[in-house]
């Protein structure tokens, strides 16, 4: 039993001094064999098995492929004096692993010295130039056709307007970001890829200042576009009080012309009738205005009068 026990022992030390021994790399790895600290022999980056020696060696690894950082953002003010927040990203790859454990020893020493890097260079960058040029693009065009009709709606003067093109651009600064932190990067074995600008936006205090200005821009448009409305309002219905006037007197006149010819009318009726019988016509009238006599009504009656007249004669009949 106990020679069992040794040969399974025996066997467990072989097992794990091959364990020890034995590492693999990655396709998209490259390893560094460290003894005690410091790298052992040249830089392993060809995939699949390799030996080492157990217990006493270990193996470095480093990704091949093109790494990310991501930049913290900063308050930087710009050449006008505008603070603005910028946040800048930027791309890597491990170029040089043996310097790359030497300078920052792994991913994590390398972010903080790309931190320290790449910063003061967008920094450095971004206060030495206009804002306009880190906003537009070296290929930025405006059509003036349509920025003046814009600018003629909302009552804006196009010479008021910033329309220069960059004599940079926002590409030509990342490309000068890119040139400045590689310099700095052979130390560190590190090969910077591309730099590039994510976000820019004003600091809090000023865009809530940015930002107050355009609402009043906003408010001074929409009160001038209510007061125009307001007067073209008051210019329609001054229109529609006059249109009314015209229809009312012309409705007006038109009634007096009916009128007068439906009074030409009765009176030439009139005057058939009397020229028929001028003396029934009378005494229709006469009758007529007995209507406007109420009851119990005490009349004093001239002796030439029509009334008397006629009930005289009515009462010789």
Request: aromatic share 6%.
């Amino acid at each position: 039993m106990s020679r069992i026990m040794l040969q399974v022992a025996g066997m467990l030390v072989v097992l794990l001094v091959l364990i020890n021994s034995i590492y693999v790399i990655d396709q998209a790895e490259q390893g560094i064999v460290v003894q005690f600290g410091e790298p052992i022999g040249e830089v392993v980056d060809t995939p699949g098995l390799h030996w080492k020696l157990p217990f006493i060696q270990e193996v470095r690894r480093y990704d091949r492929r093109m790494l990310a950082w991501d930049g913290d953002v900063s308050q930087i003010p710009t050449l006008g004096r505008e603070f603005v927040v910028v946040d800048t990203t930027a791309r890597y790859r491990i170029a040089d692993p043996l310097q790359f454990l030497r300078s920052v020893r792994d991913e994590a020493g390398a972010r903080t010295r790309l931190d320290d890097i790449i910063d003061s260079v967008a920094r450095d960058i971004v206060s030495g130039t206009n804002l306009e040029e880190i906003v537009r693009s070296a290929d930025w065009q405006v059509n003036l056709a349509e920025v003046k009709e814009v600018a003629e709606q909302e009552g804006v003067a196009v010479e008021q307007l910033d329309l220069e093109k960059p004599k940079k651009g926002r590409g030509k600064l990342e490309q000068e970001m890119l040139g400045a932190a590689s310099r700095l990067m052979p130390g560190l074995g590190i090969e910077l890829i591309d730099v590039r600008i994510k976000r820019i936006n004003y600091i809090d205090s000023v865009r809530t200042q940015v930002e107050s200005r355009m609402i009043a821009e906003r408010q001074s448009i929409a009160e001038r576009f209510r007061s125009e409305g307001q007067g073209r309002s008051q210019e329609i219905l001054g229109d529609m009080e006059r249109e009314l006037l015209r229809i009312r007197s012309e409705g007006e006149r038109k009634a007096k012309e009916i009128r007068g010819r439906a009074d030409a009318e009765a009176t030439r009726i009139y005057g058939q009738a009397y020229g028929k019988d001028p003396e029934f016509y009378k005494f229709f009238k006469t009758l007529e205005s007995f209507d406007a006599i109420g009851p119990n009504s005490t009349l004093m009656l001239d002796a030439d009068s029509d009334y008397f007249r006629y009930l005289d004669s009515s009462r010789r009949r």
